[in-house]
């Protein structure tokens, strides 16, 4: 499975942003697809992630009522709308791909539970 993401920039904070995130390849469609994000000096972190049929969701706590999540398997993208968004959002976020990576937060939460990634999109928040 091949992962691109797009549609990071500059925005100011409060703003928003959405993100998507391609995939292609074998049963790409069949897939969670999750988000995570890597500021500069940082671990990479979880962000949140939706699973194969769209229907389960999980979302970090700095995520949580700013962000969504949603995916169309018709063209095998996942989408993250950003709102509100603080100086703090800053960071490269990276998309991933798993077949069994969010069987419970905590598995979805682990970089190790995702199969593939993508290269990233910069998201920078000014204040």
């Known amino acids: 499975v091949q992962l691109q993401a797009s549609g990071g920039g500059l925005v100011q904070a409060g703003g928003s942003l959405r993100l998507s995130c391609a995939a292609s390849?074998?049963?790409?469609?069949?897939?969670?697809m999750g988000w995570f994000r890597q500021a500069p000096g940082k671990e990479r972190e979880f962000v949140t992630s939706?699973?194969?049929?769209?229907?389960?969701?999980y979302y970090a706590a700095s995520a949580k009522g700013r962000f969504t999540i949603s995916r169309d398997n018709a063209k095998n993208t996942v989408y993250l709308q950003m709102n509100s968004l603080r100086p703090e959002d800053t960071a490269v976020y990276y998309c991933?791909?798993?077949?069994?990576?969010?069987?419970?937060?905590?598995?979805?939460?682990?970089?190790?539970?995702?199969?593939?990634w993508g290269q990233g999109t910069q998201v920078t928040v000014s204040s």
């Open positions: 390849g074998r049963t790409s469609s069949s897939y969670a």
């Open positions: 991933a791909a798993g077949g069994n990576s969010d069987t419970s937060y905590y598995t979805a939460s682990r970089l190790g539970s995702w199969d593939y």
């Open positions: 939706i699973g194969w049929s769209g229907r389960s969701t």
